[in-house]
């Protein structure tokens, strides 16, 4: 029995019949076509498929789609649409911060979300951060360092912003 | 003009991943498409007696169950042996077990559903009666006379030998000052790539055509192996590899799934899809290392090497896997041994042991992590007998840098190497002298701190040597296709394969050079048997050194081919003219005709043209290595590390790594390479291993239970670089993706011995998990108390 999901995912207003088994991950992922969000483990261990449900990280592969109901979701696709994430996006590139890509979307939701709440955190309170993000490919300190970029990129536009501000 | 060879360019094809617009396997969905699941043998050793999928085949959504009798018939099995390792033995492997489960996770029946939850839901319903046969687990047990055989088609357990020996060896060992031994574990452990095996095969019976998307390194390896093992023409087999999430040499093997996937969609005449899940990967995805190897080095007074001695037991798991067999990682630890030192004499012996558990194979860094933890421990245990510090024991005993073209007691021919320099360096970047100080003031607060280091040689730029004298259908050679667009652009297809390590920023970077353009002119395909030239692809280093040669080259036949066309548009000797910042310029550097001018006479005017002149601005090129069998690179790593002796945990502070890998194309990616290299030697020194009980049950496959390394567990790595390039090739560039991997674990380990030094303990065995660590000082302590 199928059951009717009302959500938002970013920012589209979705009526979609799901299964109850069907997890978010497989709901974004098959029925969504929102493959930015990746699969690695499917027990909530390895960080592939964070998204953002109503500005959370969590993880797609242990919340089921009908959760979802009356929420918003933002995935990867829908933070790149959105260019929230543009300058942390531009500073992994910068500084090569993926190989495969595979982690990738789950390392920019993790740290969003360490920014969103440590606007200036340091080396170890990012890997910290990243504690429940796998990398099979970088060795992480490309990661670091392009959130640590971040951060004081963030830190000098707003402190120009407040000295406008005065 | 700036050359782009050198420069850290940034990888375009990283933007696609930022913005979540990868394209896996795993991704793609086609029309009809259906979800296979396998069902597994749920022990490691049995016969089977019935499978029963009445039950499953009437489960919603089910299409087909396919046991062997069905399915194996439509492949020719496979042997993992090579002509080169004599003697070597491997029975026959087909999709399903056909009689014998020969490890827990052996597929037995295969399910077909129109969505993965149903194929699994169906799985559960297959009732399998399987009678427990007592499986193989420990590989010396396995080798003494009446064993049982782990696989009833084999000999016996012993999988392939070799002995490998210098005439005096024994005469080394007798006349030699000092002795040193160990004995040293290293555990199984997997390559954990974030993205599993993933393969959709979609065959058209209207066209006969088989396109096989395939998360793999080498996909033409697998067009010639779908083409051979199916009775298909080459022709009509492609292979597709899209973004591939990690592979690390685990995707560049053949594996039952995949076959699977290809004989149920030609038997069906649908795309079939198999994702293997995260305990699928654990039991399927090739195992890596376990070996038990015994060593012993001997010295002269003054701590010079004269000979090492070593035994190697690998265990490989009940078949060897192919095409590139079991035995290649036994094979190199035996070769690689004393590799970075003035060794006169060796003896490797090395046994590799067939066993009920998953088959191992190449991984990152073949070989190269035991070979180098083993010879490093001796040389550190070496260096207390003759109280040496560890610096000056290597610097006494690397190969001098200016003793080139050196012949390793293996029988390895290195063309030049840079031992002493990267010695000097580490030195240098490390402060050996101001760390012990620190040590000694710390143990007085009961802080044990250590370091250790580690020289490596990596074997890199492989030529037929690997596998073609052995009969493998792995290409050794890698072609490249160049061609200039009507608008001057610059498009590059080639054969060696992108798993985000960066080939096509460097193919890019290569080509653009010899065409005197900027590399976003040059546009790069990879990966698609279809639409590049066939050649072996990414594994064993060879991508940058191998590929990057066949795209220069290839690139400069483009120069050459429209310079000659520009000599009769611009009526100038070609020989006077060169292409700069994308035109053709004389001998005064002054622009005669742009690229996109050419491009447009080429393509839109070719009438206007002189008679006879060709303007096909598309040229092949294929290369193939010579001159040295491999080019070898070198380097040496640092650990430092904090061991907590009341409850065994290590803190690993800092690494430290000087790297020479030839001629550098992108440093950016270079550093990148190493760095990931390095915490993949340091995850399975500290965490990860592959762990069984007695009946060959694997007990921790999942990743809340199998620890992989994490971004708060790894250190800072420091990274230099000395740049010897090899003359084998115009470029100069060698390999540089195992630099990391081959010696990061020895160094670690090291450091840790270095940390319980006054406790009189050390460690044999990896991973140092905790209890191992106390397990060590608990021995220490004993030996202390009762002598």
Redesign the interface.
Known sequence: MKHLLSTTVNGEQVQEAVSPRTSLADFLREDMGLTGTHLGCEMGACGACLVLMDGAPVHACLVLAVQAEGCTVETIEGLTETGAAADLQARFHDRNALQCGYCTNGMLMSAQALLAANPDPSRDEIRDALSGNYCRCTGYEAIVDAIAATASDRAGRSETKTEAAQ | MTLHIGQSA??EN?????????R?V??L?LPRMLHAVFVRSPMARGRILEIDTSEASACPGVVRIFTAPELNVRCTPWVGTLGHFAGMQSPPMNILAEEEVLWTGHPVAMILARSR?EAEDAAELVMLDIEDAEPVTDGAAALRPGAPLANPAARDNLCYEAVLETADVDAAFVGAAHVVETSMTFGRHT??????RAVIADFDASSGALTVHHGTQTPYQFQDVYARHFGLSEGKVRVIAP??????GMKLHVYNEEMGAVAASLILGRPVRYVA??LESFLSDIHARDHIVKGRMALDADGTILAMEVDDLTQVGAVSAYPRTSAAEGNQVIRLMGAPYRMPDYRGRLSVAFQNKVQTSQYRAVGHPIACAVTEALVERAAEATELDPFEIRARNLIADDAYPHVSATGYQFEKLSHQACLAKLHEMMDPEALRAEHASLRKQGIHRGFGIASFVEITNPGAAFYGVGGARISAQDGAVVRMMPSGDIHCAISVTE????TETIIAQVVADQLGVTPERVSVTTGDTATTPSGGATWACRGAGIGGETALRAGRRLRDRILTLAGALVQADPASLRLENGAVVDGSGAARITLEEIGRIATYRPDTLPDGIDHSLTVAHHFAPTGYPFDFTNGIQGSLVEVDVETGLVRILKHWIVEDCGRIINP??VD?QI??????GLGPAFFEECQYDADGQLTNG???DYL?P???E?P??EIAHIETPTGDTILGAKGVGEA?TAAAGAAAMNAVNDALRPFGARLTQTPMTPLRILDALDAAREERTDP
Do not use: N, W
């Not at chain 2, 390559?191 to 599993?196: D, F, G, I, N, R």
């Not at chain 2, 973004?243 to 690390?248: A, E, I, K």
């Not at chain 2, 798993?499 to 960066?502: A, F, L, S, V, W």
């Open positions: 940034r990888r990283a933007r696609r991943h930022l913005a979540g617009r990868g896996f795993s991704d969905t939850a390559a954990v790539t974030l993205e599993p973004d591939v999430g990690g592979s690390f899940d995260r798993q985000g390590q960066g950016l990616l990148e760095r990931g290299g390095v915490v993949q999942s990743l809340a992989v994490m971004a708060c790894m800072d790595i990391g």
